[in-house]
């Protein structure tokens, strides 16, 4: 049997500030070494002062996971030396006095299966490296340090996932939760990194580090099962060690041996008082929670969508927000229809969400016009289009391409008699086939730009060919 268990490492993007001083959380577009103080880069007599919007966001994520979440905080010293940690050791959390980091055993389904959670911790992230250099031997590396001190929260799965597609599934799930909470942006570069463990047959376990991406993760995981299967089958010992996924070759190669905890010399971090969080606080942490995924999709099977439309919708925190916004009692499952069925693959990416000039206003006029025969089911999706290219009122759009819908009888009867005359064989073959009806109902769509009434072509055809 196959166990695996993930460490996630996610960082706290949409925070103002970093972990332990007033620099910005967000480091990405500043020049390197540019978002830097005294703290972060760990200067002779600077002190740490805690961020507590960072404790009240990862008690967040702690609550969502359904973890427990202490009644006091700790933080310790991890000490190793590596250049992108400019202070020697790292300000984590560590549950050696009893649990005292930031949440402790979780659960979570995925795909009607319990993942448990073993251990959340805030901690700061280390600086970044940066190699460059044509070959080997002229390579050099750069240090940034403009990440060091980034509010990190470490995710410690058991090892639950008995694949690499509950893996996915679980790491698609996690950063839907953490983009709807609010927290960070998992589609920032390196906001979520993710390292597996894994262990076949009960053998040794083998960590994976060094994965850049979660799509590398399944294919590093899916290589390091193989790779045990086959030695398993040989009768040759896996080893308990560390390997690294190596990007170029898309193999796992021997590391390092692991470090235990004792090497790291962990102890209390005296700069930073125990922090207590008493009931109060976390009454009011949890009432402050965003709606979860699974109660908004509850909430909108509720208003007659489809499941499985709701499920796409409540885990897309822009979409869910637009349709928020713009929907009513009557006008829900239209709206919703739009969303994923045009607008999603419109706004596909987060740069193309930035530009997009669609606001939630554009989408009940749109369902309106659907709803009142202005303008047919085609249409709105050009029209649509449009407001996210121009955001431009929907009435103005609808005249100015001259999207109006086509339900004068006499106009219809006359595009369909060209047609019947163009398509002879299709009209005969109706006798024998019904459903070539739909051919020529999509000739009619393709004449008017998607504008004719779909009931008022329908019947019309039925009419001519009786
Ligand atoms: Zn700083």
Redesign the pocket.
């Known amino acids: 049997m196959t166990k695996i268990g993930l460490e996630i490492h996610c960082q706290l993007t949409n925070l103002e500030s970093?972990l332990f001083?007033?620099?910005k959380a967000n480091y990405r577009g500043f020049e390197p070494n540019a978002n830097?103080?005294p703290?972060?880069i760990g200067l002779p007599g600077s002190l740490p002062r805690l961020n507590k919007k960072a404790v009240e966001k990862a008690t967040m994520i702690a609550m969502s996971l359904n973890c427990n979440t202490p009644d006091k905080l700790a933080f310790f010293r991890k000490n190793y030396f590596y250049p992108d940690l400019p202070k020697n050791f790292q300000i984590t959390q560590l549950n050696v006095y009893g649990e005292h980091s930031i949440g402790q055993n979780g659960t979570i389904l995925v795909d009607d299966k319990e993942i448990r959670i073993r251990r959340i911790q805030l901690e700061e992230d280390p600086g970044r490296l940066i190699y460059e250099g044509i070959s080997e031997k002229t390579q050099i590396t750069l240090v940034d340090y403009n990440r060091a001190?980034t509010p990190l929260v470490e995710i410690v799965t058991e090892p639950d996932f008995e694949n690499e597609r509950q893996v996915r599934l679980f790491l698609n799930i996690l950063s839907d939760l953490l983009d709807n909470l609010d927290v960070s942006n998992p589609s920032l570069e390196g906001a979520m990194r993710a390292d597996g463990n894994i262990s076949i047959e009960g053998g040794n376990k083998v960590e994976i580090k060094n994965v850049n991406s979660f799509h590398d993760l399944e294919k590093a995981l899916h290589f390091e099962i193989t790779r045990q299967e086959s030695l398993i089958s040989r009768d040759i010992p896996i080893e308990q060690e560390t390997r690294h996924w190596d990007d170029k070759r898309k193999i796992t190669v021997s590391a390092r041996i692991k470090e235990g905890e004792e090497d790291y010399r962990y102890f209390l971090e005296g700069d930073i008082p125990w922090i207590t969080i008493d009931s109060q606080t976390l009454n009011k942490l949890k009432a402050d929670m965003p709606e979860s995924i699974s109660s908004k999709k509850e909430r909108y099977i509720t208003k007659q969508i489809p499941a499985q439309v709701a499920e796409v919708l409540s885990s897309d925190k822009f979409c869910s927000d637009l349709f928020e916004l713009a929907h009513n009692e009557s006008n829900a499952i239209v709206i919703a229809n739009l969303i994923t069925t045009d607008l999603m693959g419109l706004v596909d990416t987060d740069e193309k969400r930035e530009k997009s000039k669609l606001t939630h206003q554009h989408l009940t006029d749109l369902a309106n016009s659907i709803e009142t025969k202005e303008i047919t089911r085609t249409s709105a999706k050009t029209a649509l289009q449009e407001c996210v290219a121009t955001g431009l009122p929907v009435s103005e759009i609808i005249s100015t391409l001259d999207l109006g819908h086509i339900s004068d009888e006499s106009e219809l009867n006359k595009i369909i008699d060209e047609i019947f005359i163009q398509e002879p064989n299709t009209v005969e073959q109706t006798k024998t086939n019904p459903e070539t009806i739909n051919y020529l109902i999509g000739k009619v769509m393709e004449k008017t730009k998607g504008k004719a009434d779909p009931t008022l072509t329908l019947n019309i055809i039925n009419k001519k060919l009786s």
């Open positions: 970093k001083c007033s620099c830097i103080c703290v972060c001190g």
